[in-house]
């Protein structure tokens, strides 16, 4: 959504850097171009004056005089002001002290509210708590159905009891939207759900009959939050359809629709400004759960390509298994071999987070390869893993037995051709001896990094500890004399084993378990 203003600001930036101190025209400059990145991103003429006002203000102020580094400090102003437009600080739901949450969607036809209900209910109901849907979009042909779809995909129960417009009943409606609404609180209550999302009728464009219905359904439920639903690719019109249902329904927060659009996003940096409502969530994808809290510190910084890695962290813990983690942990500190099968369990915890290319677009730096990462196939993941699934159990924990009838064999059942086998088996080859050498002692040329616990200190620490080899005395007749002993010992030879003792012990204290050898290999020995 913001990648043509990302690449602007990025440009503006570099101009900045190695200037030790920034004249008035330095800062005009800047300002100018922030100015131009802005309104090309189809941000309202009313917040970029007041935006840029700022920035040059504080720019021309003390805080940049005496920075260190002038151009880290206009960054760092332009992300403060970035934030201040996006409503400052994260917006959660006013839960109700008493009595079922009533939460209200309002906005145009095709901005997503249906499906944004269904996303919404998900993400409650992850939350611990147990929300149910109330079809009042009776005008719209099939809303109710499409409701109740999407409801049975989220796992929450729909509450409809007509069903609605058909393409013959354009003109009168089965059921009033607003005793509907009404019945649902109350079916809400009954059933004991805490939280109850009411799903309104949009029009394509703002007219007096709609806010009419809206207000009326407004009075009977009394909802705890009005949720402004708008879509991010409709552009400067954004501002105006914000401004009439605030007037209409007086929104208590907005939720941007289509943020994985293409557009030029300024509805998102316009509407929190000129409307004075927090944006509280944003929907940034077509499933049910490409849906998120809105943080305006984290949209900012990755509108300024500083990258996300907060929320990133936040999907690793959400769909991260720990048992899984926990048992890699403990493969990795015993020093055992790394295995295709934990290759596979690696990626299979990845693709639980979601799509790739959306969690690296959210690592610093992204803008700079966004061409590569838009050419990144998401489908590579599922020919990796259609390899590895081909191969036997016994070849994902030895893979050197793959010869060339067995990379043909699976190249076949993983329907790839033999060279992409072949690329795999070497990249995890690589991988394998990489994790070997940091559980023994540390990557070589990596100061600092140690081996894992009980690991040993790797080959450079043993090198170092090993005794030395005594050195050979300078004293002519005492050299002649260690010699002589040497050679003594040489034709002596080894010193006798005790009787039955192969490995210089007796066979009643023999202990296998002093070979470290692999599990249940001890059965083999007899004992």
């Known amino acids: 959504m913001f990648n043509s203003l990302s690449d602007r600001l990025t440009a503006t930036f570099k ?37 840029t006002g700022r920035v040059r203000e504080r720019a021309l102020g003390a805080e940049v005089a005496a920075a260190l580094n002038p151009s880290q400090q206009i960054v760092k102003i332009v992300n403060e002001e970035l ?23 309002a906005g145009l036809q095709g901005a997503g509210k249906t499906t944004l ?16 849907l109330v079809a009042c979009d009776l005008q719209r042909p099939n809303a109710v159905t499409q409701l109740q779809v999407v409801g049975k995909r989220a796992n929450v129960p729909v509450f409809a009891p007509h069903p609605g417009a058909t393409y013959t009943e354009l003109d009168h409606p089965a059921g009033d939207p607003v005793e509907v609404a009404r019945a649902g609180v109350e079916e809400a209550r009954q059933k004991l759900h805490d939280v109850v999302i009411v799903d309104t009728a949009g029009r394509l464009g703002v007219d007096t009959d709609m806010m009419e219905q809206a207000r009326q359904i407004r009075r009977a439920i009394v909802p705890n939050e009005v949720l402004f639903v708008i879509d991010s690719m409709i552009g400067q019109d954004a501002v105006n359809t914000a401004l009439a249902f605030d007037e209409g329904v007086n929104f208590t927060g907005i939720v941007l629709s289509k943020l994985d659009g293409d557009a030029r996003g300024g509805a998102a940096l316009s509407v929190a400004s000129v409307t004075g409502k927090p944006v509280m969530f944003a929907s940034t994808g077509e499933g049910l759960d490409d849906f998120e809290l809105f943080h305006p510190d984290r949209m900012a910084s990755r509108i300024l390509d500083m990258g996300d890695v907060l929320t990133l962290i936040e999907q690793a813990e959400k769909n991260w298994d720990k048992d899984e983690a926990a048992r890699m942990a403990k493969k990795f500190a015993d020093q055992e071999d790394f295995t295709l099968d934990d290759f596979l369990a690696q990626m299979q915890q990845i693709r639980n987070m ?15 390869i966004r061409q590569q990462l838009e050419q990144f196939d998401e489908r590579e993941i599922d020919r990796v893993e259609a390899i590895v699934r ?13 010869n060339g009838s067995r990379r043909a064999r699976i190249a076949r059942g993983s329907g790839v051709h033999v060279s992409e086998v072949n690329g795999l088996l070497e990249r995890f080859a690589q991988a394998q001896k990489m994790m070997k050498k940091m559980a023994q002692g540390g990557m070589p040329g990596m100061p600092g990094m140690p081996g894992m616990p009980g690991a040993g200190g790797g080959a450079r620490k043993n090198a170092k500890n090993a005794p030395k080899k005594k050195a050979k005395s300078g ?14 010992r040489r034709a002596a030879g080894p010193k006798a084993l005790p009787t039955g003792a192969a490995f210089g012990q007796q066979q009643g204290d023999f202990d296998p378990s002093q070979l470290n050898l692999p599990k249940g290999f001890d059965k083999f020995l007899g004992k």
């Open 15 to 51: 101009n900045l850097r190695g200037k030790g101190r920034l004249t008035e025209a330095d800062v005009d400059a800047t300002v100018r171009e922030i100015r131009r990145a802005l309104l090309d991103a189809d941000v309202a003429v009313s917040v970029v004056r007041e935006f």
């Open 83 to 105: 934030v201040e437009i996006l409503g400052g600080e994260t917006r959660r739901i006013r839960l109700a002290k008493n009595g079922p949450t009533v939460i209200m969607l």
């Open 390 to 402: 081909s191969m036997t159990p016994h070849e994902r924990v030895a893979p050197k037995i793959i």
């Open 117 to 132: 209900a269904g996303k919404l209910s998900k993400w409650l109901k992850a939350q611990g708590h147990s929300p149910i």
């Open 354 to 368: 979601g799509s790739m290319k959306k969690m690296l677009m959210m690592m610093p730096g992204a803008q700079n």
């Open 475 to 488: 004293n002519p007749a005492k050299a002649a004399q260690e010699l002589k002993d040497a050679a003594a």
